[in-house]
């Protein structure tokens, strides 16, 4: 079992920069594909992007392509997801997730595994 915690949203202005990090517990978290994932009020959760448990392929969203970076590192059983170029569009409750040997990485019902969400509110 893998226990996720998100941390480092806020608020800041458009045009900014933000890193939220998903710290995991375990020693089996080399072993899962980490996703980072959105929701906005009203809205569907909605897939950012994924890497590999090597960290050696990454995916974004067309959304946040050129202006979000996922990467990770298995000493410290943490994934990051390094946001620049903010958007008042990219406020949201970001959530990391986490899973084991699938086919496919960018829907919701892909992962075991989720964190509690952080806030990123993005301010025009």
């Known amino acids: 079992q893998v226990q996720l915690v998100e941390s480092g949203g806020g608020l800041v202005q458009a045009g900014d920069s933000l890193r939220v990090s998903c710290a995991a517990s375990?020693?089996?978290?080399?072993?899962?594909?980490m996703g980072w994932f959105r929701q906005a009020p009203g809205k569907e959760r909605e897939f950012v992007a994924y890497i590999s448990w090597s960290g050696a392929s990454t995916y974004n969203a067309d959304s946040v392509k050129g202006r979000f970076a996922i990467s990770r590192d298995n000493a410290k059983n943490t994934v990051y997801l390094q946001m620049n170029s903010l958007k008042p569009e990219d406020t949201a409750v970001y959530y990391c997730?986490?899973?084991?040997?699938?086919?496919?990485?960018?829907?919701?019902?892909?992962?075991?595994?989720w964190g509690q969400g952080t806030q990123v509110t993005v301010s025009s």
């Open positions: 375990g020693r089996t978290f080399s072993r899962y594909t």
């Open positions: 997730a986490a899973a084991l040997r699938k086919s496919r990485y960018y829907l919701p019902i892909d992962y075991d595994y």
